[in-house]
């Protein structure tokens, strides 16, 4: 019954900016931490960001500091990534996750997205 659906991918050149949308429902949206990853081929799943109940904490992996920007809307049950800077080095598939606590690894996360593929070219 839980969903997370990813939506904002594309191709785009190094130095654009895209926003990740990532719409839930089936669960009580405030309740969950939620959080971005990212899995290149032949890479393992890495975290990227996330943000606390009511948006009021935000913690970013070192590559993105800066440069990327979570965000949340519970009235809309939705959590963004806004992704400006891009590098050729961003290009993976991104997944948005949730779960119960303030974690930065996957096997904490209880419900995934399907993903969405963002491609930097230089």
């Known amino acids: 019954q839980v969903q997370l659906v990813e939506s904002g991918g594309g191709l785009v050149q190094a130095g654009a900016s895209l926003r990740l949308s990532c719409a839930a429902s089936?669960?009580?949206?405030?309740?969950?931490?939620m959080g971005w990853f990212r899995q290149a081929p032949g890479k393992e799943r890495e975290f990227v960001a996330h943000?606390?109940?009511?948006?009021?904490?935000?913690y970013y992996a070192n590559s993105v500091k800066g440069r990327f920007t979570i965000s949340r809307d519970n009235a809309k049950n939705t959590v963004y990534l806004q992704m400006n800077s891009l590098k050729p080095e961003d290009t993976a598939a991104y997944y948005c996750?949730?779960?119960?606590?303030?974690?930065?690894?996957?096997?904490?996360?209880?419900?995934w997205g399907q993903g969405t593929q963002v491609t930097v070219s230089s």
């Open positions: 996750a949730a779960a119960r606590t303030a974690v930065v690894t996957e096997a904490r996360y209880s419900y």
């Open positions: 943000i606390s109940y009511s948006g009021s904490n935000t």
């Open positions: 089936g669960l009580t949206f405030s309740q969950y931490y």
